[in-house]
């Protein structure tokens, strides 16, 4: 139920950002990836949506997306700038440096599922992607991403997801 509520949410905000793309927006992502982790059992839907570029040398884009754990383990929102480099043979390298934001548990429970305790609501979240550019500008890419406090505040448990993503542009 938890998982289904911030899927609404978040494609609630997805729906805005669409009607009002024509001036921030070139792209959207959806992925699909698995944890890595112990206690965060599930697929994770990603859906990201990454804005025009901020200069034109390295393709530095702001992104805004969600990772939603499909069986109730902690889920985020987040906001990174997004370094995209083109390379040959229509391949592409992304990073992607910020913050998140995340539903799972600050402290132990001791009722219910076992899940990741992450120690404090704010994370820093890093993203590593490889893809390929198809001819009408779709792409696709395997990442990798991670949440986690940087051991600011104890525990530090973490999230790692992998998997793989669609791109489509919107102009």
Not at 33 to 46: A, C, D, F, I
Not at 55 to 61: A, P, Q
Request: net charge positive; hydrophobic share 40%.
């Amino acid at each position: 139920m938890k998982s289904s509520f911030f899927l609404v949410k978040t494609l609630s905000v997805l729906v805005w950002l669409l009607i009002t793309h024509n001036s921030i927006a070139s792209e959207i992502k959806l992925g699909l990836g698995k944890s890595l982790e112990k206690n965060q059992n599930g697929m994770v839907l990603k859906l990201q949506y990454i804005g025009d570029p901020l200069n034109n040398l390295w393709e530095l884009r702001p992104l805004f997306g969600t990772d939603t754990n499909l069986n109730s383990y902690t889920s985020s929102v987040y906001a990174c700038l997004l370094l995209k480099k083109f390379l040959d043979y229509n391949l592409s390298v992304e990073l992607a440096f910020g913050g998140a934001v995340h539903d799972g548990p600050l402290k132990k429970q001791w009722q219910g599922k076992k899940r990741r305790i992450m120690g404090s609501r704010i994370l820093f979240r890093e993203e590593a992607a490889v893809g390929y550019i198809f001819k009408n500008q779709h792409n696709i890419s395997l990442f990798i991403d991670h949440i986690s406090n940087a051991s600011i505040v104890r525990p530090n448990s973490g999230v790692t997801n992998i998997g793989i993503k669609y791109g489509i542009p919107l102009s």
